[in-house]
């Protein structure tokens, strides 16, 4: 029969798949997880077994042997089972440190608190579950599919009599953690949710609200900041562990639920995110909304540093690509990631970036701010390549000239009055670099009226391990002009950088060098020789990596060699 002759519900298989195993032989992977589990519960075998593992055995029945994603975090077999069972007992283990309905009595709070923490054990076990209803396709060996809002996996597998089943990943899918509420039917019985509902009206809403991804700002809802917590840890162990022994997980596809939950929160409650006021981060126009960049950045890290979320880029340039991945910002038709605009009361225009949408900002405001008159873009300057905007709107500096005179009205003087005036004022950016690199290998001495616009940055792959991503953007920073001394230096090649300056921020050489060569970002010596080299460094010898120079920002690649084999 031909593949469009079948039935819409109906998909072929022709892969191994999954065995359909039973619960038990599913769950006797993970006892020490669930050994955990249990001591941290703090229950005698029969109370663990009436709540918490019969709560265990219905997600196992649900997600059976699924992955959580199709190639970056828990995407092994069984690796969404697992990853709710790890968030779960995270998050358990938090409430130990945390006080539930703080303002009511202490008998009130003795009768709410076991209440409390099962919630947040059925909010972490529950927390990716979505993903079943919206990446995964199931079929059995005739390819029918398998009905996830009707029944779990493992029910289904029975009642088909099924022993493989096959998996096919929709394509371009949309996270929707909304879709969370109804997976939560196949987990938790009826008569749990009535246990938890029992004598308050809060414990169940803010359950709902965590699995469904609806943040309650006006309500602190300390279990959701458990489960995000948790979750942010487990999944940033997660991909440093395939680091280690795979060497290609693919960082930043979870961050964008953090992020885009910081920018709410921000515009909620910060009273700098108030759009359209003076010095405000947040501007709205006919032409769009914008954040301006990178200090809406900074107000970010500092909101998620406190969080104390594992895993969160610190860079702006991390955040923004992120977010330009995820379609949460838009660039410009030129294809540069900023946009200039020009605010009422602005001396000049200033960088920031488009949000896609107003609502992802403004979701649950009402009514939203209106936006102004008058539009805070110029088409003229956003359609330019970035650096000849830049150029444009960037003031020149102008020479210190005697009263009355005018040298650009004096034949043969324009040239030499620019020239001389960017030479003073770049002199000491060029003798910062020139004590660490050879005059060959320097990106940016050719040219001092560019040397002095264009700010050396790392501009790395998004895939690269955002810990090595943090540590190797703090080191070239050094490079720029009032940035102390330089932690790296220009040579041929590329930027070298010490081994120990990895060290110093907390990452072992050997992680860094396995990240920055799985994205190819190395230059190796003619012949693929080693990824290390030694060298001379501040008067020392030192063991150090090369960084091809196309990964950074504000150097000129034609002042580099290029080398007859190149990349790791």
Known sequence: MLASSLPHSTFASSDPGFEALPIDDLLSQHDDLIARIKLCHGSDRTDFEQTIMSLIRRYASLVHLLPATSDNYFCIPGGLLRLGMEVSFFSLQGTDAHIFSGRSTISARRHLEPRWRLATFVAGLCCEAHR???????????????????????????????DRYFLRWRPQAIETRSLGVFTLA??????????????????????MASVSGI?????????????????????????????????????????????????????????????NREK???WFGPDGLFLVWPSAAEDIQKLLDTAQLPGIPKAPETIMEVLLLAGV??????????????????????????????????????????????????????????AQATELVAPQPQPDDPPGTQLSLIPGNSDQTQQAASNSQDAQAEAALLLTAPPSALASTSDAQTTQQAKIGLQAPLRLNPVVRDALTEVVNTLNTGAGPAQCCTVALGVFVPLHEFELRGVQPSVALRALSDVHMLVRAPGNGPPTTSRDFN??????????????????MEAFASPEAQGG
């Open 186 to 207: 196949h987990v938790v019985p009826p008569a749990v949710m009535h246990y938890l509902a029992e004598d308050n009206t809060v414990i169940v809403p803010h359950l």
């Open 329 to 386: 910002f838009e660039p410009t038709s030129a294809g540069n990631s900023t946009w200039l605009i020009q605010p009422p009361g602005a001396k000049s225009e200033i960088e920031a970036v488009k949000l896609s949408s107003t609502a992802i900002l403004f979701a649950g405001h009402d009514p939203s701010p209106p936006p102004l008159a008058e539009s805070l873009t110029s088409s003229a300057l956003n359609n330019l390549p970035s």
């Open 215 to 275: 943040s309650q700002y006006r309500d602190h809802n300390v279990l959701d900041d458990l489960v995000r917590r948790s979750l942010a840890l487990v999944i940033d162990r997660n991909l440093l562990a395939n680091a280690d022994r795979y060497g290609k997980p693919q960082y930043g596809s979870h961050l964008e639920r953090y992020l885009v939950d910081a920018l709410r929160h921000l515009a909620s409650s910060n009273s700098g995110w108030q759009a």
């Open 280 to 282: 405000s981060r947040v």
């Open 132 to 162: 079943i209803l919206s990446h995964i396709i199931v079929t059995d060996s005739p390819g029918e599919a398998w009905p996830a809002y009707l029944l779990p996996l493992s029910d289904w597998l029975m009642t088909r009599q099924a």
């Open 539 to 556: 008067g020392t010898s030192a063991v150090g990596l090369t960084i091809a120079p196309r990964f950074i920002n504000g150097v000129d």
